[in-house]
């Protein structure tokens, strides 16, 4: 019986020990729940207005590729009441009648008013396609491209060169780009592997398969360009 007694009490006592652990376990556990609930109430509304602020400069982060962008060679446009609207490398493509295809280059185009016809060109240059292995190419200081008309009006030196290896030059040209043709009244300069011509202007037709030199002209044939034929001049 005492022993069975000693143990029961024993057995309290223990219970006893331990005990009063529990209540500091509790409020600890309510603590930690406390400060929790607080930095929520701290952490949501700042998360919130985070997402509000993210939200509002989405548009500004992140670029919208669907608007239209200029490439690397187009890369400067700019309009004023004054100066108009320009453009640094333009490049404008075309077919002519025949639908052989041409192309418009320069360094820079401007334009009076959006609704002109007109292009002032720096460093013009036409790519006119002669066939599918043939072409020619005008070059000038300076040029006007008529869109409506599918003319340009080269100045300040043009140079004319055909795949074939010859080389026009004169002080102005127009170019009829649906036509494939290009005249020019100004005194004019050619030369290529089979002799040399001058006039005091030309027309070129059908890109540059049939050349007339108007007015005054001569021309020179070099005799090992044409299989053993004399040197000749024409005035």
């Known amino acids: 019986m005492s022993e069975q007694t000693a143990g029961n009490i024993g057995g309290d006592l ?18 930690r729940a406390s400060r929790l609930v607080v930095l929520m109430k701290l952490i949501l509304p700042a998360l919130a207005l985070a997402i509000v602020a993210l939200i509002v400069s989405w548009p500004q982060l992140i670029p919208d590729h669907t608007k239209f962008r200029l490439g690397d060679q187009a890369r400067s446009v700019l309009a004023s009441a ?16 025949e639908q052989r295809p041409y192309e418009i280059t320069a360094e820079r185009a401007s334009q009076d008013n959006p609704d002109s016809d007109r292009l002032d060109l720096v460093a013009p240059q036409a790519d006119l396609a002669v066939n599918q292995e043939e072409w020619l190419a005008l ?10 008309k599918k003319t340009i009006d080269l100045s300040g030196g043009v140079t004319v060169f055909h795949d074939r290896g010859y080389t026009v030059s ?4 127009r170019v009829l780009l649906d036509e494939g043709m290009a005249t020019s009244d100004d005194p004019v300069s050619a030369h290529g592997q089979s002799g040399t011509a001058t006039g005091e202007g030309f027309r070129i037709y059908n ?18 360009q044409l299989g053993g034929l004399e040197t000749r001049s024409a005035n």
């Open 14 to 31: 223990g219970a006893r020990r331990f005990m009063p652990g529990a209540p500091r376990r509790a409020r600890a556990a309510h603590f």
């Open 82 to 97: 004054t100066d108009g609207l320009s453009m640094d490398q333009p490049r404008y493509v075309g077919v002519d009648e």
């Open 139 to 148: 070059s000038a200081t300076a040029g006007i491209y008529d869109k409506k």
């Open 170 to 173: 004169s002080d102005s040209a």
């Open 207 to 224: 890109r540059g398969e049939r050349i007339v030199f108007t007015g005054k002209s001569k021309v020179v044939l070099y005799p090992s």
